[in-house]
């Protein structure tokens, strides 16, 4: 039998155990560092990344899979509590999630579960981190209240990494239609897309200003070839061919390259720490696509 004392320390624990919150913490601050304080883990488990607020800071769209042969989906976190919920089909994989702003009833992702409800064959991280561009890879909008997709992006590339304005009234993103990777705008409903950049190279994650004025992202150039050209000479002790790794040289075949894909429509490839079987299948995933678009 309890006794009256057991009974209100019972009631106790069940009264703190249904009220308790997600506390801060300083344990994992660096010691001597100044900047940070109340630091709160949010994810315990599995891989969790590329995660951003609500307009009105409250809650968290992420993508995050628990485990090495599950591929990403998108979750959407209430920050007080902690808790998650998945947001996407569940199928393919996806990747970079944002909230529609201001008023956060919808939200953008890019998905690949079109091309194949399947997980994709992830890359070759054995030589260090690889994010690749599979060409199913499409933007999608959802509400919250459903998963009613609305489908943004359709073409045969990488279309990815989009972002709203501070106001709502544009998406800009990343896109390989044009052969190349490039920043692109839309409006809100898919319409309107247009061309940022056309520098040779990649131009990716970006982001508005909060006047919506100016624009911030990330970019790697051929200058980048230079390097990769001259530590394959060096590795075949070759000193005397000089015009391999002048960067004039590399930006003329590269455009011409660029020039002749446009010319007959033949996609464009990214080989980047590609195996010859990783490349042999990018290629033939994209001949399927050509010949079900020919049907």
């Known amino acids: 039998m309890l006794n009256k004392t057991s009974y209100f320390i019972v009631i106790l624990l069940i009264i703190f155990s249904c009220n308790s919150k997600p506390t801060s913490s300083n344990e994992l601050i660096i010691k001597g560092e100044i900047r940070f304080k109340n630091l709160r883990q949010l994810t315990f488990s599995g891989e969790n990344a590329e995660a951003y607020f609500s307009y009105d800071g409250t809650k968290l769209i992420f993508q995050a899979h628990d485990g090495d042969s599950l591929c ?18 569940g199928d393919g994989t996806t990747t970079c999630s944002y909230f529609e702003y201001p008023e956060t009833k919808k939200y953008i992702y890019a998905s690949t579960h079109l ?8 890359p070759d991280f054995s030589k260090g981190y ?14 919250l209240g459903n998963k ?53 190279g990649y131009d990716g994650g970006a982001f508005y200003s909060q006047d919506g004025k100016s624009i911030v992202w990330r970019a790697y150039y051929p200058e980048r070839l230079v390097d990769i050209r001259k ?9 005397k061919i000089k015009n391999y790794t002048n960067i004039e040289n590399i930006k003329k075949e590269v455009i011409e390259a660029k020039n002749i894909f446009k010319k007959y429509g033949w996609p464009n490839i990214n080989v980047t720490r590609k195996s010859v079987e990783e490349a042999a299948a990018s290629i033939i995933k994209i001949h399927e696509i050509y010949l079900n678009n020919v049907k």
């Open 72 to 89: 990403d989906q998108i979750y959407i976190m209430d920050i007080e509590s902690g808790e998650s919920r998945m947001v996407s089909t």
């Open 231 to 239: 530590n394959r000479m060096s590795s075949l002790k070759e000193t």
């Open 115 to 122: 091309g194949s409800r399947s997980c994709p064959e992830k």
């Open 148 to 200: 009613t997709l609305e489908r943004l992006t359709d073409s045969p590339n990488y279309d990815a990494e989009a972002t709203y304005a501070f106001d709502g009234s544009k998406i800009i993103y990343t896109s390989m239609v044009s052969g190349d990777l490039d920043l692109w705008t839309m409006l809100p409903n898919g319409s309107q897309k247009t061309q940022l950049t056309s520098r040779l």
């Open 130 to 143: 690889v994010w690749k561009l599979y060409p199913d890879f499409d933007i999608f909008k959802a509400s």
